[in-house]
């Protein structure tokens, strides 16, 4: 098990998180830019040095050991591949800086380079590649040594959309097989909920909700994680009341609301995003947001169900 307490200090700015994560866990560290979440990461890689507490994995402790003997592979963003060395190589690396012996070298770069689907790019250089290649090259190097700790940083975000959505199945599927512990950075809820087991939301330096995605996404705790998270239908005291809910703020998840129904509401917005169709309805004086595969167009009457039992409340 990963066990950290750590707190880092910079000007305007505070970093203080106590995390655990189980071994053979992917746990996604979720928030906005400026929240802390690749400070933490440097944290426990060494990369930087905290002010006080500890890193823990299986009760070996790893503060203050150097970056290089913490056996920890880092994935950043914008991969670091070693233009000058060919793929194969740059898997390498970290092998010979181990100082494998060559025959178990070769072969877990074989291994790799199959896995990876890139045996056929062995001998081209980084700049030859897709971004896609890339990424799985920089994937493979963090994995070469058997590391007992992955670290991802945005490892999607430099790719386009089209890329993105092919990779995140494919990096889901390698963490599976490979079934090292892993800390995902992300501030894309999609990627945290399809490659994690566990989210650990951040919101300036803090962790304010760990769970499991789906408890998480249904439940946040409080109305920022609520719009963080995507959600659209968060209701005021007034707007509750006038739903019928108690007078306290709600969450409406999205399937409290569907088209079809015997309350009636007037299109307010009409937006299409392709594969689904965003609809902005007014009902009673309130304004809400739902989702169908088609849609009815601006200003026409819908019928609508509305579950209020699945409305989440907030205090204060």
Not at 151 to 176: I, M, Q, S, V, Y
Request: aromatic fraction near 6%; proline fraction near 7%; glycine fraction near 10%.
């Amino acid at each position: 098990m990963l066990a950290l307490a750590l707190k880092k200090a910079f000007p305007g700015f505070r970093l203080e998180v106590a995390l655990e994560v189980q071994e053979g866990e992917v746990l996604a560290l979720l928030g906005p830019s400026g929240s802390g979440k690749s400070t933490l990461l440097k944290l426990v890689a060494g990369l930087l040095a905290p002010e006080e507490g500890y890193v823990c994995f299986a009760e070996a402790d790893l503060t203050p050991l150097p970056p290089e003997r913490r056996k920890v592979g880092f994935l950043f963003q914008d991969y670091a591949l070693f233009p000058h060395l060919s793929v194969a190589d740059n898997i390498a690396f970290g092998l010979l800086e181990a100082r494998w012996p060559k025959a178990a070298r070769e072969e877990r770069v074989r291994e790799l380079l199959e896995r990876m689907e890139l045996t056929p790019h062995a001998r081209k250089r980084p700049t030859e590649l897709s971004g896609g290649e890339q990424q799985r090259v920089a994937l493979a190097r963090a994995l070469a040594n058997r590391p007992r700790l992955l670290l991802l940083d945005e490892p999607l975000g430099a790719l386009d959309l089209r890329l993105r959505e092919e990779l995140l199945l494919f990096l889901r599927k390698t963490l599976k097989e490979e079934r090292v512990t892993t800390l995902l950075v992300t501030h894309d809820q999609g990627e945290a909920f399809l490659l994690a087991q566990r989210v650990a939301l951040m919101r300036e330096g803090r962790i304010v909700q760990v769970g499991r995605p789906e408890e998480v996404y249904a439940r946040p705790i409080d109305p920022w994680a609520a719009r963080f998270l995507g959600h659209k239908n968060l209701l005021s005291p007034e707007e509750s009341r006038a739903l019928g809910l108690p007078p306290k703020a709600h969450l409406l998840p999205p399937k409290a609301l569907s088209l079809g129904g015997p309350l009636e509401a007037t299109v307010e917005e009409r937006l299409f995003y392709g594969p689904r169709v965003g609809l902005w309805v007014r009902l009673g004086g309130v304004r809400l947001y739902l989702e169908a595969g088609e849609g009815p167009g601006e200003g026409e009457r819908v019928g609508l169900s509305l579950d209020l039992a699945q409305a989440v409340a907030w205090e204060g």
